[in-house]
């Protein structure tokens, strides 16, 4: 199933910049995700050392048997569908109405939330467009209970747990021996590493740029240049706080997380600190760029300029001088009227003064170094 | 009733940036506002879980037997009016001189105050102009007590609160089951989601201005990038303390407000933070114009002066060469006195010559690139 | 007596940005302040709640005979005077030689100073210039002991502080029954409400300054916005210390000021929050305006390039066109030298062609949008 | 053996801003490191006071018996070679995962890790390119255990810890009475001290820039310059983190590192702050050179505007002069038609007039001060 | 003794921006020093506050007697010398290899090193150049320890420190009642006053700069400004650390400091402070002055074109005119030819065309208000 089709993501639009709210003065918790087309679909799957179960399109009433066993119950809600389902879902886990809320009207600020015995994680995912030029970011919330994991994705199934999914299945790493909260990290590690790829995209496209910009600066470049630092603005925006959030969890810890977790936090913690170290210096780079840009453009119209110069300042001498022979004063009624026109070598006199100018203005510009630069 | 008939607001001025001040060494405690052409209204809502009582048009004194009972008692000021009923309040509620300053004094910074028994919270609120294309901020005052919340608002009614107004009526949510604090809550929470929908039309705004400043960058164009960074400003000034004021709260509690309602803050204070967070990233692209302005220009000047010099270069050899057999050199006075005036292809290899100039100058700035630009 | 003419301040000077000093290596305490034509005017105004005495033009050693009685004395040195005037003080009141070499050699940088059994605190004061058109800076020094305050301004008598003398005087407020402390609150507080007034004024110089820019920006706008930067600057330099000296006082109390009037400091210190918060936004306006100017200039360029373009693009392949046929050659010797000239609509056809490429041209522009900008 | 042959590194290519990264959802510590034409080469110091023993060529499994002894042993390993011997050296040191993929997945930011009985330590070294005309960086990590240290170089053998080798070989200093701490002081210190020629280097080129910049400004000119602002940002990058792990270390200590070796940390640390202090002044410097580019750019685009303006002005209305007597009008069919023509004077006058034109022209530009620029 | 010829600085070369630094990977503590061709001149002052004894060219050795005794030793090492008499200055005061390291090896960043019974202040000290137009940085290291100072200058005898040492002669102010400590201050203090003379040479080269770039922008100006903005760059390094190194003294205290002492070296803080915020203010100014010379030269620019397109906008139609009735039509084969050739008011009527045309362009210019600025 396709993504765009469902929510008709239009990629040649910019990425919003706006956070979702509700109507000012409405009842905290109040849901205001308009219903989608595509139903959420729920997948479970509950594993432990020796179990992997795995099942999908249920209801959440299905899911609630799952959450009080031993083993380890992850739900995993794609797409936010109809307002009702996702009323039951927060019947179901035990949702206090703000976390509905925040779980809902996406997108939100990415967040870290404490209910004493479960921990809310909003996050951001950035995935890419379709031919992989640029990105859109897709909230996906963390629900961490004592036995089980709610995820919740804003849009149907997208691939990008299938990793994860084929480490529980395959029994691949130590992931089936741990808990929820190591399926936690796996999870939002993922996440975090799938801004990687993207950022790549983005330092080829700074390196394009900088040889476009020196070389054929055109307005398409300057909309590109601005786009680009948009784009740098929306990612910076989506990882900063998951870098807080991680922070404060290694810091002061969470009765939900093992201590043996924290180590594996710490690791994904570095590459939110990589992630935003790199789009730091992408964004130097971008309003560097920007720089160049004007210079280069200045640059342009100097050469150009140049010529004009060049060619009008050859020329206008020289017409002015064609221009007085052509005038019909009366040479008869005066000897001092235009008597070089009845000279014998008058007109090759005239041509040789026009020379000597031409080239002594030539010999001029190549000295001020004009003319090499106009040839180039 | 109209805001603006009530002190003429000009929205065609910008927003006004200087904070009220009162005249240097005047007493502490000196209320300065103007007398206003409409009084204040004031208006009671007093309620518990099974009563709701309403009550307007009140004096000051009316509204002073509320104060001590155990019901929660709303006194909703409206407009400055004059003088003396704001002193008036103060008697009634005990007001120090500073807080009715404060209050009366508009507009002031938004702040938190302490006074054992009361908690004064002045706040901005974030209102449309008519015609949506822009806002103006007006002062709300609360002062909370024990069991009352006494709200001044800088202009006659309009109608922000009435949602909650609504809830208090209908009893919906939990608002009647809750105290002052929660009162306070939802009012305050109110005014900061005032702020999302302004932030949208702002976001709509520069993306206008993104467009318009790539095809068809003009002066007004200019002026409204300027407008709207001073406009950004003029918000982030209204709702950064907000932010500040809120993270008081949530860290060092106060003996006014309940643990319960103190979760409530915490999701007013992310909404602060996503709104100057979106602020930020406006102020960012909003500068990012200015530079994408001036390179515009710069671009559009470079075509203006290829043209020029393409256009130039080339006609002003031929004219030069047109002007040359435009002398009046007389023939026949000399053999080397024009001759090609005389020859019999003398024309036609004139202007076979002009021809060869002109096309081997088009092929030089076709290869330069010049052309095309221009034809764009 | 003016203020003017005792030290010959010059308004159309910029304001000095550099802080005074000793000669390095002279002995600490140093006074350097030269002797000034006006000589120190000294005032005492000796108070308390039944009390109020006023005396003028006394000598240092006048004064030390109120210092150890139980009302307040507040000694105002008007002036710095001469050397000797100013070592009296030092020693009548005490003063350690570090303090007397701050109170003398002006301008400091404001700061605060704990002696044990005095506080002193060096501030600055923003004075109108005459024509209210800038401001200049004037170092006020308090020295506050346990009964007494003295305080030394720069400048002979300014009315600055008349209105709480008025109140003094008066017995207006609750002056009269407090002790020096609050005195210092009240002095310090009509210098810091001072600067509200100015910035009052270089509002409306920006808004002026942010007209003029887009309209008809000259190098006389240029100028001007440097120098709104360059004293937007100075004025900060002043408040920012003030604001961090009210900050400790607030935080860390101090034996000689009362607990009652730190309550009004915190008032202080609020509107030195707001004078900040004011100059930090009239900042990025101008420096924002900065940028306008550019753009505008550059805007006003292009509009310049567009109409030459038109013009010569126009006109240019015309004559080319009259100065072929302005040419003399021989149409006798052959049918094919210029046999236009001899054509019964030739001159007809020459114009119609020309009148051909002049419309193409306009039509070329008009399409480009080029006419309608130059009408503009 | 050349380092740039075994991993081909093209030294025009720009030094790369992305750091390593497994494909998202992979399990924690899968090393992705491609493998490398030239294996690694372990080599092993073991080392006290009396003796130095060096073995090169080893396994990883021969390096195994050296650790347990009680004299130092420094296993290199130079170049990351193929994943087998990686996962060999994890076995024998007993290395967590997420260690290994740090060692292997180059680059990494510079990052410090403590597990307790290890400490490991990510740096980044600065080489010079082969011309001096740039540097590139390359990973040492180290692992510093109770009596060894293990340290892996990205490439193959380059010569940076030498005057280390020399120091123990040669017993110079106090090398070798001093544990494994020492040693990696010693190491670490060489590496950062790599920095100071490479920024020495920076150092002459910003001033070969500045010179260029106001003399010749060229399209080359603006691409160096964005390189260097490149080129620092990269360094700055890489030593940044290693300033803040340092201060760590000295601030909080370590069990594996003896309190005197702390103290040539802190010397170490002084020279990660005279690097980074340096490095931000080059950038203000860079920054600075674009702005003066620009400058530059437009005062070039003045002198060429004025050249053409002068020599337009002083021409045009002299060829329309020209233009006017060169016009046919009948003189006979009138005394008004052009009776200039027949003038005795009639060309005199006219030169006289244009003459006259021409002086007053060229005496008002001088005035203006254009003649002197151009001639520049 | 001059000290420009010692190391033969070059005052016209910028002040080096890069720190001293040893070959990476030499032995920590390593002189790398060069050996200057004028020896280090140690020169002793001994006193109490009975007695004061002055010895010069003294050899290391011979000070030692002097460190013991009950009276204030101060050895003051002027110029580095050679490397042995700095080897003998560490034996002699027990300094730690790599203190030894940081006075020789100049320039270093300021700093504070505490080793228990010595205090290491390394600072730098501003001197003017011979024509007071620039400043150069002279490394001043301070050891202080019980009964003795040592001072280390990098350069020969220049008279900064003069003043001290009168005041220590005359027995001036309280020196000679004062230890070590005071001797410490009052030395650290004259090289920190010592920067306020430098500030206002710039504040004074700020103020030539304005009205330059406002009045004659040349390249000239370009480069004065980017020079001023290094130079500042320069001393704000210098300064800064120094600042940080009195603030840790002031906060910290430490054993070789008296209580009293402390007080003074608030003062040189306040100083500090002062200093940085004039550095600020000016490298602000600067910056804006970049701006400021951009904005001039496109307005003088502007002015250019303005000039050109005047010119050429009045007198190409004019000209294209005077072309069209230069045009040989023969008048003689069609009464269409031209007939305004043989009008009678034929060219009366041509002129008064063409003036009617050159008027209603200069009315228009005027009316677009160009006129009046090129005449400017």
Known sequence: MNADSSRGIDFHQPIPLNYSYNRPGSIPGTITTIDRAVPSEITLIDYNQDRHQYATNLTPEECAEHLDTSSVSWVDVCGLGD???????????????????NIANVPQRPKLEDYQDQLVIITQMANFTP?????????????LGKN???TVQEEPQTDCFDPVRDRLRLNRGIIRQQRADYLTYALWDTIIDGYFPVLEVYGEKIELLEEEVLKQPTATTLAEIHRLRRE????????WPQRDMLNI???DGHPLIDKSVLHYLKDCYDHTIQIIDTIEVYRELASGLMDVYLSA???????VMKLLAVISTI??????????????????????????????????????????????????????????????
């Open 83 to 101: 307002r009702s389902t996702l009323e039951k879902l927060g019947r179901v886990f035990n949702l206090h109405p703000l976390v509905l809320e």
């Open 315 to 376: 020329f206008i001498p020289l017409s002015f001088i064609a221009g007085v022979y052509g005038m019909n004063f009366n040479t008869e009624v005066s000897p001092w009227n235009m008597p070089e026109l009845d000279w014998y070598w008058g007109y090759t006199l005239c041509l040789a003064v026009m020379l000597a100018i031409a080239l002594s203005l030539i010999i001029y510009f190549w000295r001020l170094g004009w003319l090499s630069n106009i040839s180039k």
């Open 148 to 150: 089980y994991l709610l």
């Open 249 to 251: 969890l290694i810091r």
């Open 232 to 239: 740098l603005l929306a990612l910076r925006r989506a990882i």
């Open 131 to 143: 031919q992989n030029q640029g990105f859109w970011l897709e909230q996906v919330s963390f629900v």
């Open 297 to 303: 453009v200045s640059n342009k119209m100097n050469e």
